[in-house]
């Protein structure tokens, strides 16, 4: 199971810190990582973090803005927002599994496709 929280409305420039929290499965054995699928839009990765070697993957949109980050003892995961604006406005999910690629970013790409856990996300509005 997989539950996201920390979404909200929050004014350009603000941040926001998300958390999912999973069961079922252990962190730190799984690539991880969040996505965001804003409206009329397809999911998109945002950041991901390798099962093999730890590696980060951020999309070029949360490159210097955000930051991934997880705790195995609580077996949850952050994404760590600032600076919002207001294209980052989407529902904001997390996922894990056991995939593996030749780069952390195949590797996001990859979980995406074929993840089947899936939370219900967590909606993040950034408006004035």
């Known amino acids: 199971q997989i539950v996201e929280s920390g979404g909200g409305l929050v004014q350009p420039g603000g941040s926001l810190r998300l958390s999912c929290t999973v069961s079922g499965f252990t962190l730190d054995n799984y690539a991880i990582g969040w996505f965001r699928q804003a409206p009329g839009k397809e999911r998109e990765p945002v950041s991901c973090?390798?099962?093999?070697?730890?590696?980060?993957y951020y999309a070029d949109f949360a490159k210097g803005r955000f930051t991934i980050s997880r705790d195995n003892a609580k077996n949850t995961m952050y994404l760590e927002m600032n600076n919002l604006k207001p294209e980052d406005t989407a529902i904001y999910y997390c996922t894990g599994d056991l995939v593996w690629d030749d780069t952390v970013q195949a590797m996001c790409a990859t979980l995406l496709r074929v993840s089947n856990d899936w939370g219900q996300g967590t909606q993040v509005t950034v408006s004035s």
């Open positions: 973090i390798s099962s093999s070697d730890g590696s980060l």
